[in-house]
């Protein structure tokens, strides 16, 4: 009978001996064998804003002194097809041409009578009838005429020129910003009569830090966001400056887009705010992990590493989107693996 009990109790270790030991086994597999995920850095999202400026400016001066006849255009309105902004009264000028004109015709009727002098002075002079003084003297008279003609011509060019200069002109469609002439009003040259602008292009000047500029230029295509319209639009980067500004530390950059566009009814126009989103490359010190990777308990949180061990963060926010938690903590390092589903604290 006891040898019966003995050879029982023999079994049942050689049987349960096997499975406790595949348990051991097991249990710290299933451990091990949770899915994993990896920590992101988080960037910082940065929305830049400016407003929208005329892609160049320039301020039309009038260079000589008159009585305006006319201005074209007014505020807001572009320059027409000729070009031609305003005018001045050119009647003074166009009476010197005139007096010009005449002083030609007669310089050159008394240049020809000297030629025909010269010529026949020069005949009586091979038939020793005249003397040498009296030749010489013709000669000189004709040079005289002739350079004096040639003055005559210089100053039609100039008067001529000078004639332009009544008539004021700006680039086709352009947009008068300001203007500081009336008309009947005279005008001194040298005054400003209107500022213009290049509104069919216009740009949005922004100051970056450096590594604001670097996700800049990487984030290709760049987006301009309208709030008053709702939209976006395309645009490039125009210029930028070569240093940063002395008081602000960060760089003067342009973004450039067109004014139609063929998503929006109406035409953008200057002074509209226009804005920028960019994923600053700054290191945070934080990441970006699933919210299932997360244990919280009495307002703390902790990360579960591949090997089980608990590591405690701070919660700082949510992305975006929702879909992360953005955790910040001394263990942490980018690229690190933590379970994606740990098991709730008990």
Same mark, same amino acid.
Not at 19 to 35: M, Q, V, W
Not at 75 to 91: F, H, K, S
Not at 114 to 141: G, H, I, M, N
Not at 290 to 313: C, F, K, M, T
């Given at each position: 009978?006891?040898?019966?009990?003995?050879?029982?109790?023999?079994?049942?270790?050689?049987?349960?001996?096997?499975?406790?030991?595949?348990?051991?086994? +097991?249990?710290? +597999?299933?451990?091990?064998?949770?899915?994993?995920?990896?920590?992101?850095?988080?960037?910082?999202?940065?929305? +830049?804003?400016?407003?929208?400026?005329?892609?160049?400016?320039?301020?039309?001066?009038?260079?000589?002194?008159?009585?305006?006849?006319?201005?074209?255009?007014?505020?807001?309105?572009?320059?027409?097809?000729?070009?031609?902004?305003?005018?001045?009264?050119?009647?003074?000028?166009?009476?010197?041409?005139?007096?010009?004109?005449?002083?030609?015709?007669?310089?050159?009727?008394?240049?020809?009578?000297?030629?025909?002098?010269?010529?026949?002075?020069?005949?009586?002079?091979?038939?020793?009838?005249?003397?040498?003084?009296?030749?010489?003297?013709?000669?000189?008279?004709?040079?005289?005429?002739?350079?004096? +003609?040639?003055?005559?011509?210089?100053?039609?060019?100039?008067?001529?020129?000078?004639?332009?200069?009544?008539?004021?002109?700006?680039?086709?469609?352009?947009?008068?910003?300001?203007?500081?002439?009336?008309?009947?009003?005279?005008?001194?040259?040298?005054?400003?009569?209107?500022?213009?602008?290049?509104?069919?292009?216009?740009?949005?000047?922004?100051?970056?830090?450096?590594?604001?500029?670097?996700?800049?230029?990487?984030?290709?295509?760049?987006?301009?966001?309208?709030?008053?319209?709702?939209?976006?639009?395309?645009?490039?980067?125009?210029?930028?400056?070569?240093?940063?500004?002395?008081?602000?530390?960060?760089?003067?950059?342009?973004?450039?887009?067109?004014?139609?566009?063929?998503?929006?009814?109406?035409?953008?126009?200057?002074?509209?705010?226009?804005?920028?989103?960019?994923?600053?490359?700054?290191?945070?010190?934080?990441?970006?992990?699933?919210?299932?990777?997360?244990?919280?308990?009495?307002?703390?949180?902790?990360?579960?590493?591949?090997?089980?061990?608990?590591?405690?963060?701070?919660?700082?926010?949510?992305?975006?989107?929702?879909?992360?938690?953005?955790?910040?903590?001394?263990?942490?390092?980018?690229?690190?693996?933590?379970?994606?589903?740990?098991?709730?604290?008990?």
């Amino acid at each position: 009978m006891s040898a019966l009990i003995f050879s029982r109790i023999i079994l049942v270790q050689r049987t349960l001996l096997p499975l406790l030991f595949i348990t051991g086994i +097991l249990l710290p +597999l299933s451990a091990i064998s949770k899915e994993l995920t990896t920590l992101q850095p988080f960037y910082r999202s940065v929305t +830049l804003s400016g407003f929208t400026y005329p892609r160049q400016e320039m301020t039309v001066t009038s260079e000589v002194s008159g009585r305006c006849e006319e201005i074209v255009a007014d505020i807001g309105e572009p320059i027409p097809e000729n070009g031609i902004l305003a005018t001045i009264d050119p009647t003074f000028i166009l009476l010197d041409i005139t007096a010009n004109t005449i002083a030609q015709e007669q310089t050159e009727r008394q240049l020809a009578q000297e030629e025909k002098t010269l010529s026949r002075y020069t005949t009586l002079l091979s038939k020793k009838s005249t003397p040498q003084a009296q030749l010489d003297e013709v000669s000189l008279a004709t040079d005289l005429h002739h350079i004096t +003609l040639k003055k005559l011509v210089n100053e039609e060019k100039r008067l001529k020129e000078q004639l332009k200069r009544h008539t004021l002109k700006g680039p086709q469609g352009w947009l008068v910003i300001e203007r500081f002439a009336e008309q009947g009003e005279y005008i001194q040259a040298g005054k400003p009569i209107a500022r213009l602008g290049d509104f069919q292009r216009l740009i949005v000047p922004l100051a970056l830090t450096y590594s604001e500029l670097q996700a800049l230029n990487g984030k290709q295509p760049i987006s301009l966001f309208f709030p008053d319209l709702g939209a976006e639009v395309p645009a490039t980067i125009y210029r930028s400056a070569p240093v940063s500004d002395a008081s602000t530390r960060k760089i003067h950059v342009d973004l450039i887009t067109n004014a139609k566009q063929s998503n929006l009814q109406q035409q953008l126009q200057g002074g509209m705010r226009a804005e920028v989103q960019l994923i600053s490359g700054e290191d945070t010190g934080s990441f970006l992990v699933p919210h299932s990777a997360l244990i919280n308990r009495y307002e703390a949180s902790w990360l579960v590493a591949p090997d089980g061990r608990r590591i405690q963060v701070i919660l700082v926010g949510h992305s975006d989107d929702d879909q992360f938690s953005i955790v910040s903590g001394s263990e942490l390092k980018a690229g690190q693996q933590v379970q994606l589903s740990p098991d709730p604290l008990q």
